[in-house]
């Protein structure tokens, strides 16, 4: 995703240093305190401990003064209130990954606020402030990007905060700003005087900005590394936190569609009769993804949208089922594909090797399968309309409705809410489900707000998926039994080919489709990685850590069984070819070490995979017990290495969940197709992990000086193939399909 973005709107590499301009950029004042970001009124509410605040509620934040003369407008991230509080303003999407905690965090420690005054609240769609700076031009969400990118920005506004706060306070006691000290929310003199931010906010607010400012040692960090508590957590647990589903506005409408069976079916015809005959059907429209049924309930939407007739055009629509489709990639697969990776000798290693193996893998179709489907409000207004949802990309949310209801980007405001999961569901070129709230909304007769709900069967239904894969592996060991060489060759869907993103396709290379094998981490001498880009129309997305999730498993297990067949420990001989790679030796070497003993007795395996993605380094060590020929995850011990940890808490929180959503998957989870259409219907036939499934989890997270990297994504690719490993060490076989439950192991 952050490549795409990148590619699209040229975000540079590296952020440009600190300027007196690019301060301006982040700073703003008001006239009633002193605001970086701009507002006229305080903050006010309960702490954090009474309430968990605040409570999101789609109000966006205020717009700050236009800057004058050739700067640009200004960028608001942080206010400060004459009542003592400090809102953090949050660019990025929340969607149980502790953004919103996180990031205010960072402005907390440079600031040197107490965590107790501290507030946050979305921010607007605005692109030209609230940028993610990996994406270049574009605000969103994804990648694992989101303390990463905002980890600098967000310090130097909080230290630029400060030191106007100390400046405002040394003019009124008449001392030099050095003299003045800052903590807990206070500014100090050593002879006795204090006084509030909020106290100086006022007098701040007419001080120009410093050409610079100084960030922390992070030596003298306070907060950042601390396990601080959520500042959404109690909201959330109460039932006052605002998500799309919760989203109400006066005489507001609920909608349901109507989708083909098919992909790329189109509506030929349709009786709506014997939906408008149910009470409180308001309306039955068509648009270009369907047919919509507009009611008074969601209820009474969902139950009228089964009564429609509807003559669909197929002749243009995906027909095959996964069958059919895994013999085309099969045949793909034994021609030679496009390039991605080529070092050292392959053909000569192949024919010196000591021993050859080879493997191919399978993998399905997965659903995103979000605890909240998705959902949409759309208010038209006189020239655009007001969105109220967990927009993920909300830079390309603004363009594809603009563009569904004839108006410009500006017109379009975002009220950014809460999101009940994503995992890259939300972030789709085409914005299909605002889209379809919006085109619904332009059709009706009644000018109303509209809400859309995909309920369980349409979500599953109706994707987009992680694309399937198949791959063609081969290697082979040298006399004394080492790893010497490796080949892949990767047949997969290009979710880029069709976007605007399909320029990043070098050379017939989707990168997407080959990370974490193109850039093997294993000193392999010989290495060679191809793509197949499969033609099918089934809608594909990136899906939470996107082709690390299936080249992690075959790289991973792969690895193991070239290890087995040369006669060498597994772990060992990682360790030795992971030798000029300190972080991945580092988590590998941690995760064992945690893990401790083997565990011993009929049915009991162990198996350890490590991998990187998003910046971040994981291994993971899980130990099975077989039971009447099923796996059982006793446990995972888990090493990261992310940077700096913000908050240790949601580091490994993100752990535990990235490792529970790649056990699921593993375990159990596939999209099937017969004929083209989708056989899971809800969570009866995809089933996602249950609490009596989850094994006994320990994270163990290394210290590191580095910037923070990800930890959303990053702790899914190692459980599949780790546990993969370990069943091998308990049975004998090598898991080459998932789920599982193909293989009867569930």
């Known amino acids: ?118 507030r946050w609240e979305f921010a607007p769609a605005d692109a030209s402030r609230y940028a993610n700076l990996k994406f270049g031009v574009v605000q969103g969400t994804g990648g694992s990007s989101s303390i990463a990118n905002s980890w600098n920005q967000l310090r130097e506004a909080g230290a630029g905060a400060k030191a106007m706060l100390v400046a405002a306070a040394a003019e ?83 909608a349901c569609v109507a989708h083909s069976p098919k992909f790329g079916g189109t509506v030929k015809s349709f009786d709506s009769a014997d939906a408008l005959a149910v009470q409180g059907v308001k309306e039955v429209v068509q648009i270009p993804s369907g047919v919509a049924v507009v009611a008074d309930s969601f209820w009474t939407a969902q139950n009228a949208v089964r009564k429609l007739k509807v003559e669909w055009d197929n002749s243009q629509a995906e027909q095959r ?156 060991v040298d006399k004394e039994g080492k790893p010497n060489s490796y080949f892949q060759r990767v047949v997969c869907q290009s979710f880029l080919k069709g976007t605007p993103f399909e320029g990043m396709i070098k050379d017939g290379v989707d990168s997407a489709m080959v990370e974490g094998a193109a850039n093997l981490a294993y000193s392999f001498p010989n290495l060679r990685v191809e793509a197949h880009m499969a033609e099918v ?51 590998l070497n941690l995760a064992v070490e945690k893990a401790g003993a083997a565990p011993e007795g009929e049915g009991k395996g162990r198996g350890v995979a490590v991998h990187e993605s998003f910046s971040s380094f994981v291994a993971e060590v899980v130990d099975i017990t077989m039971k009447d020929g099923k796996v059982v995850v006793d446990k995972v011990t888990c090493a990261v290495d992310c940077g700096l940890a913000v908050n240790p808490d949601i580091v490994k929180a993100q752990m535990e969940s990235g490792i529970v959503f790649g056990l699921s998957a593993a375990l159990a989870e596939e999209i099937d197709l017969v004929d083209g259409e989708v056989k899971q219907a809800n969570f009866d036939s995809y089933p996602v992990a249950r609490m009596p499934v989850a094994p006994e989890i320990e994270v163990h997270i290394v210290p590191s000086a580095e910037p923070p990297s990800g930890v959303g994504e990053p702790g899914v690719p190692p459980l599949a193939p780790a546990l993969a490993n370990a069943i091998h060490r308990a049975t004998g076989k090598w898991i080459t399909k998932l789920p599982l439950k193909k293989e009867g192991l569930v």
């Open 321 to 476: 089922g996964t069958e059919q489709l895994f013999a085309y990639y099969r045949e793909l697969a034994e021609k030679n594909g496009a390039l991605a990776k080529d070092t050292g000798d392959l053909a000569k290693a192949e024919r010196d090797a000591a021993e050859v193996v080879e493997a191919e893998y399978e993998f399905p179709y997965l659903a995103h399968a979000t605890m909240e489907p998705l959902d949409c409000v759309v208010e038209l207004t006189e020239d655009g309309a007001i969105l109220s949802f967990g927009s993920q990309i909300q830079t390309v949310d603004q363009a594809n409705v603009a563009k569904a209801l004839g108006t410009t980007p500006d017109k379009i405001q975002i009220e950014s809410v809460f999101g009940g999961g994503s995992f890259g569901r939300r972030a789709n070129p085409p914005s299909d489900y605002a889209v379809e709230a919006a085109h619904i909304a332009k059709a009706l007769k009644t000018r109303a707000p509209v809400k859309l709900i995909h309920d369980r069967t349409t979500d599953l239904r109706s994707g987009f998926y992680r694309p399937m894969s198949f791959h063609k592996v081969r290697g082979t």
């Open 172 to 254: 009124a006691w008449q001392v030099k700003p050095e003299e003045v000290g800052v903590a807990d929310g206070k500014l100090t003199l050593k002879d006795g005087r204090s006084g509030t931010f909020g106290e100086f906010a006022a007098s701040a607010s007419k001080l120009t900005p410093p050409e610079k400012v100084t960030l922390k040692d992070p030596k003298d960090f306070k907060l950042i590394g601390k396990p601080l508590s959520r500042l959404d957590a109690a909201s959330k647990s109460r039932g006052q936190a605002t998500f799309t589903i919760d989203v109400e506005k006066p005489g507001m409408l609920m």
């Open 537 to 587: 129309k089934v809608p594909t997305l990136w899906w939470r850590s996107v082709g690390h999730t299936h080249n992690a498993f075959v790289t991973e297990t792969f690895f193991d069984r070239l290890c087995v067949e040369g006669g060498v420990d597994p772990v060992e001989t990682r360790r030795k070819m992971l030798a000029e790679k300190p972080r991945h030796l580092g988590v």
């Open 1 to 118: 995703m952050i490549k795409a973005m990148r590619y699209l709107y040229g975000a540079p590499e590296k952020p440009s240093g600190f300027t007196r301009r690019r301060f301006l950029k982040v700073v703003s004042l008001g006239a009633a305190g002193f605001m970086i970001g701009c507002t006229n009124k305080p903050t006010t509410g309960p702490t954090p401990e009474q309430s968990g605040t605040p409570v999101a509620t789609g109000t966006p934040a205020s717009s700050p003064t236009p800057a004058t003369g050739d700067e640009d407008a200004l960028n608001a991230f942080v206010k400060i209130g004459t009542d003592d509080t400090v809102t953090v303003v949050i660019k990025h999407a929340e969607f149980g990954q502790g953004v919103t905690t996180g990031l205010t965090t960072i402005v907390a420690e440079e600031l040197d606020a107490r965590w107790d005054q501290m």
